[in-house]
Structure formats: C-alpha cells, structure tokens
T-cell receptor
Framework: GIQVEQSPPDLILQEGANSTLRCNFSDSVNNLQWFHQNPWGQLINLFYIPSGTKQNGRLSATTVATERYSLLYISSSQTTDSGVYFCAVGPSAAGNKLTFGGGTRVLVKP | NAGVTQTPKFQVLKTGQSMTLQCAQDMNHEYMSWYRQDPGMGLRLIHYSVGAGITDQGEVPNGYNVSRSTTEDFPLRLLSAAPSQTSVYFC????????????FGPGTRLTVT
C-alpha cells in the first residue's frame, strides 16, 4: 500500500515563530488532507489539498503531486497551535481510503 | 447540522464482551468509514461503506463487523472484545466516494480489560 512519512516527528516552537511540516507519499494520490489533533483528541480539518496551494489565516499548505510531497506552513505560531498534525492521503484508485502518516507533534511555548 | 456524531464517548469492556459503537451523520454523505488510533500513531482504516447496503474491509478489519442499512448510520460491532482492541475509534464521512474531504467524529475511547 501507499506509504506516508511526515517530518519532523517532533517540533518545539517559541510563540511567534514560523515552521514548515512535510509529508512525503509513495504513490499518486487524488486525496490529501491535513488535520490538527488537539490535546482533547479531536481531529480538525485544516486543508483538503490534493494539489496546489491554499491559505487559511496563519496556516497555508502546498501539495506538489508530481513530486509526491505536501508542506504545511504555520506562521506566527500560538500556543493553541500545539497538538499533533497529521497528513492523510488517498490513492488515485480509492481516494477515500485514507492512509495516515505518523504525525508531527508540535509544542508551542509561550 | 450536527455533522458526524459518535456514541459512547468512553467505554470499558471485559475480554469477550460484545458491543456496538454508534456513528451517525446528518449531511447526506455517501461515504462513511471507521478508523482506529493507537497511542502515538496515525489512524488506520477498519471498514468503509460507499452507500447504504454496501460495506468493505479496510486495513485492519479482523474482529469487527459493520452494516449500513441507512445513509445516516454506520455502526461498528465488536463481537468478542480483546485487549488488542483497546484504542480510540473515529468515524468519518464524505460527500462522494471517489476522493473527497472527509469529516471526522469526536471519537470513542475504548478500553478492554
């Protein structure tokens, strides 16, 4: 099956710092989503981005499908950004069968 | 519009007991699925459904049954719980079946002793 690798596994930021999270995948996809899992365990949709670039406030994401990677940018980080960020991809033949990466655990210190 | 709802939020079972985790969505989504999340890991697909009356297996289906008699509901059944099924279970749904943004419920935390 498709492999999804996220880096870095852990990230500690000072409040106000910027960061980039990366997601590499091993096969062509027609579904890619970024999620934030907050400290209460809730999965929050950040972006549905199988290709291209999107922005939502301080967050933005870019997926280069031909090179099989996606990037999530966090700018001016806040303590509420803490949690685990997951990338999930769906292969072209079965886009809704998501395979999740291992996540990037982010801690933003005040 | 409640989105995807799951009940119960927490459950403790003894080995060998059975139970059903409930999932419902009010968005008229075709596609529904169940995932499990083990500590420190991403989610893994258990079962999915592309419409009422149609279900199929995901990556880790053993020990679980599903059915989809209506568009809205997609229950997950554990027939004989085992400690290896201790996990957090998430239900998800999406509008289309061929690759679409999925929305997740709040999860059910299950402990099997």
């Amino acid at each position: 099956g498709i492999q999804v690798e996220q880096s870095p596994p852990d990230l500690i930021l000072q409040e106000g710092a910027n960061s980039t999270l990366r997601c590499n995948f091993s096969d062509s996809v027609n579904n890619l989503q970024w999620f934030h899992q907050n400290p209460w365990g809730q999965l929050i949709n950040l972006f549905y981005i199988p290709s291209g670039t999107k922005q939502n406030g301080r967050l933005s994401a870019t997926t280069v499908a031909t090179e099989r990677y996606s990037l999530l940018y966090i700018s001016s980080s806040q303590t509420t950004d803490s949690g685990v960020y997951f990338c999930a991809v769906g292969p072209s033949a079965a886009g809704n069968k998501l395979t999740f990466g291992g996540g990037t655990r982010v801690l933003v210190k005040p | 519009n409640a989105g995807v709802t799951q009940t119960p939020k927490f459950q403790v079972l003894k080995t060998g007991q059975s139970m059903t985790l409930q999932c419902a969505q009010d968005m008229n989504h075709e596609y529904m699925s169940w995932y499990r999340q083990d500590p420190g890991m991403g989610l893994r697909l258990i079962h999915y459904s592309v419409g009422a009356g149609i279900t199929d297996q995901g990556e880790v289906p053993n020990g679980y049954n599903v059915s989809r008699s209506t568009t809205e509901d997609f229950p997950l059944r554990l027939l004989s719980a085992a400690p290896s099924q201790t996990s957090v279970y998430f239900c998800a749904s999406s509008w289309r079946t061929g690759g679409d943004e999925q929305y997740f419920g709040p999860g059910t935390r299950l402990t099997v002793t």
